[in-house]
C-alpha cells in the first residue's frame, strides 16, 4: 500500500497536471470505485473546475469548485494517469475524467480497492475515513508528548501499535520496520515497556524518516508510480525492509522475517532490543 510519502509524492506531481482544469465529463466503467451513487457522483462532480489537491495521511482531497472535495484513497496498487490525448481503455483503469481542453485524468487499480468519494468540502473529517486517523508525523499536533502519552498507554507489540492510523497517520509496513530498526527497537517489544529514551529517538526517527522519503519521492516496491510515471527513490536507502536473509548494516547479523499481527516484518535479532 501507498504510504504517507507515496501519496504526498502523488499529490505534489498531479496537483500541476491538473489544477484549474474543468472536469467536463466522467466515465465510470467499475462502480464500487465510487463510495457515493455513481450517477450523483457524475452530476456533482460535471462542469467543476478542480481548484487544488490536498492530503491528510494516506487519502488524497481533489478540491473543486462549488464547495466539493473528491476525497480519494488508493489502497494497495491505486495510481492516477494524466493523458494528453484520448486512448483505449487499459484493463485496470476504472474512472476517467475528461476535461474542458481534451486532456484526461484516468485512475487505475489492479486490485480494485482504491476508493473516492464526493463530500461538501471542509467534512472531511465527520464523513469520511479521516475522521478515525491521528495527527501526520511533523505537524504541529504531534509532539512528542502526545507521541508519549499515546504509545504509553498500549499494551500492545509496538509494531501494532505504529500502524494504528490513530496514533500515527501515514505510517505503514516499510516505514515502520525502518524506524524501529533505526531506533533499536525490536517489533514485538511491548510499547508501555518500552524505555523512555528509546521512545523519544523513535519519535525523531519517525518525523526524519517521513520527512526524507519525501524528499526522495517515497519507496517504490511493486507497482507504486507518481502521476508522471516516474518510481520513488527512497528504496536505495532501506535498511530492512525487504532485506530478510541479508547482514544489518550495522552490525552484520542476519537480518530475519518474522509476522507480527499478519504483516510481513524485518528486523535484526541483535541490535533491536526486546522491551517486555
Avoid at 7 to 18: A, G, H, Q
Avoid at 41 to 60: E, H, M, P, S, T
Avoid at 99 to 122: A, H, P
Amino acid at each position: 500500500m501507498p504510504e504517507m510519502p507515496e501519496v504526498e509524492t502523488v499529490r505534489r506531481t498531479l496537483e500541476p497536471l491538473i489544477k484549474g482544469k474543468i472536469i467536463s465529463n466522467v466515465t465510470i466503467w467499475y462502480d464500487k470505485i465510487i463510495v457515493n451513487d455513481a450517477d450523483f457522483f457524475q452530476r456533482k462532480v460535471v462542469g467543476q473546475k478542480i481548484l487544488a489537491i490536498d492530503r491528510y495521511g494516506k487519502y488524497l482531497l481533489i478540491r473543486l469548485t462549488n464547495n466539493l472535495t473528491i476525497v480519494s484513497h488508493l489502497r494497495m496498487e491505486g495510481k492516477y494517469h494524466f493523458l494528453d490525448s484520448d486512448a483505449p481503455k487499459q484493463k485496470h483503469e476504472h474512472v476517467q475524467f475528461t476535461f474542458s481542453d481534451n486532456t484526461y485524468l484516468r485512475y487505475d487499480d489492479v486490485r480494485k480497492f482504491g476508493r473516492m468519494q464526493l463530500i461538501e468540502t471542509g467534512t472531511e473529517r465527520r464523513n469520511t475515513g479521516i475522521k478515525n486517523l491521528g495527527f501526520e508525523p511533523n505537524s504541529e499536533d504531534f509532539t512528542l508528548d502526545f507521541f508519549l502519552n499515546r504509545v504509553k498507554a498500549r499494551k500492545r507489540a509496538i509494531k501494532n501499535v505504529l500502524l494504528d492510523q490513530s496514533i500515527v497517520c501515514g505510517l505503514g509496513n516499510i516505514y515502520t520496520d525502518e524506524v524501529l530498526w533505526q531506533s533499536k527497537i525490536h517489533p514485538l517489544s511491548i510499547a508501555n515497556k518500552i524505555a523512555q529514551d528509546s521512545l523519544v529517538e523513535l519519535f525523531y526517527d519517525i518525523n526524519n524518516t517521513i520527512k526524507i522519503a519525501i524528499q526522495y519521492h517515497g519507496t517504490t516496491f511493486h507497482s507504486f508510480l507518481d502521476a508522471d510515471g516516474h518510481t520513488g527513490k527512497y528504496q536505495s536507502m532501506l535498511k530492512v525492509y525487504g532485506k530478510s536473509g541479508e547482514p544489518c548494516s550495522r552490525c552484520n547479523t542476519t537480518l530475519e522475517k518474522i509476522k507480527v499481527n499478519g504483516r510481513g516484518t524485518t528486523f535484526c535479532p541483535l541490535c533491536q532490543v526486546v522491551y517486555k
